[in-house]
Structures are given as C-alpha cells and as structure tokens.
C-alpha cells in the first residue's frame, strides 16, 4: 500500500479515498476511510483505515515535530547567547 501514515490520500489502486461510517455492531458510527472501490470489491485489499486513527497519527507526528521546533529553538537561543556575549566582549576592548 502507498503512504497510510496519518490521512491516507490514496489506495494502491489509484482510486479516490472515501469516508464512510461504520454500522458494525462492534464499531457503531465510527467513520473510516475507504478506497472508493473497496466496498465492491471486498475480496482485494483495498484501503482501510478508521479516521480517529489516523487523526492520532497525525497528532502524534505534530507532536514530534513539535519537540525538533522547540529543540531548534533552544539551539538557536544558545547560540545567539554566545553571539551576544561575544559583541559584548569586543565592545570592552
Ligand atoms: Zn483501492
């Protein structure tokens, strides 16, 4: 299958993704994603994938993204601290 990390944008077989809700007695309107053919044709594996799912992935990934930001930032403050201490240094002399 193609990239299914997160919302997933297609299936292998090219054809749009669909949300539908689910009326499974064990997953009573939940919402899923499917490939637009994958409810005909049950028998190949098409794409499927239930959307609260896929909406913690995508939190998830923010979230790791998140932490390198606010890594990069604190690199950045440190090194602009030493920049500063640096022309603080060379204006003394
Ligand atoms: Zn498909």
Not at 19 to 28: A, D, H, I, L, R
Request: hydrophobic letters at 35%.
């Amino acid at each position: 299958m193609t990239n299914n990390v997160g919302i997933p944008s297609r299936c292998w077989c090219w054809k749009g993704i669909v949300t539908y809700v689910s009326k499974m007695e064990e997953n009573p309107y939940r919402r899923f994603f499917r490939s637009e053919i994958g409810l005909k044709r049950k028998k190949e594996q098409h794409l499927f994938k239930w959307v609260d799912e896929a909406l913690l992935d995508v939190i998830q990934r923010m979230h790791e993204q998140q932490s390198r930001m606010a890594k990069e930032i604190e690199d950045l403050r440190s090194s602009l601290k030493t920049v500063e201490e640096a022309v603080i240094e060379h204006k003394k002399s």
